[in-house]
């Protein structure tokens, strides 16, 4: 039985506030893995960015989300943790993977400076390059998906908790009828 609900999705996508929020209504633990990553290199993600490359970010990413060991939590990992296999494989077998979907014109307005937030973007790359890159991944990797269109950070933890509790209690498929999987 899986104990823990790990959310991806884009920057600004709410992985966080949605994290926190849901942690308290089920009783977890809420990891935010940016935070993790800082605190395992002493650094701030933009230093790591600056100081290894997106790709030597990625790696430590990988790194440090494979080595995660926690149960009744909430997991919010970077919007980057899709790139790496082994990461994404462990969150799967720890944790039921939900794919928070906000739109490209969304994900824009709410987000601020690229470099500021840490994101990881390869050279050249373009926020819409970036956002039509990661979707296939964000629903490979999904068991749900939840559309915040229209949608507050509360009303998407009351449709994410009642999924997760029908879950808990057996009641419904794998998925409910709340999920595109």
Do not use: C
């Amino acid at each position: 039985m899986k104990t823990n609900i790990t959310l991806i999705g884009m920057p600004a996508s709410g992985k966080s506030t949605v994290g926190v929020l849901l942690a308290k209504r089920l009783g977890f633990s809420f990891v935010d893995v940016d935070i993790v990553i800082q605190e395992k290199t002493g650094r701030l993600l933009k230093e790591i960015i600056a100081q290894e490359g997106t790709e030597g970010f990625l790696r430590i990413e990988d790194r440090i989300n494979q080595e995660l060991d926690v149960g009744r939590s909430v997991i919010a990992p970077g919007g980057s943790v899709i790139y790496g296999e082994q990461a994404m494989a462990h969150l799967k077998e720890i944790s039921t993977v939900v794919y928070l979907r906000l739109s490209y014109r969304s994900v824009r307005r709410r987000l601020g400076n690229l470099k500021d937030r840490g994101v990881a973007l390869k050279d050249g790359m373009t926020l819409r390059d970036l956002y039509n890159e990661r979707i296939p991944l964000y629903e490979r990797y999904a068991d749900i998906t939840v559309d915040e269109t229209g949608k507050t950070p509360g009303q998407t933890v009351d449709e994410l908790r009642a999924i997760m509790e029908a879950r808990l209690m057996g009641r419904g498929p794998e998925g409910s009828g709340n999920t595109d999987q």
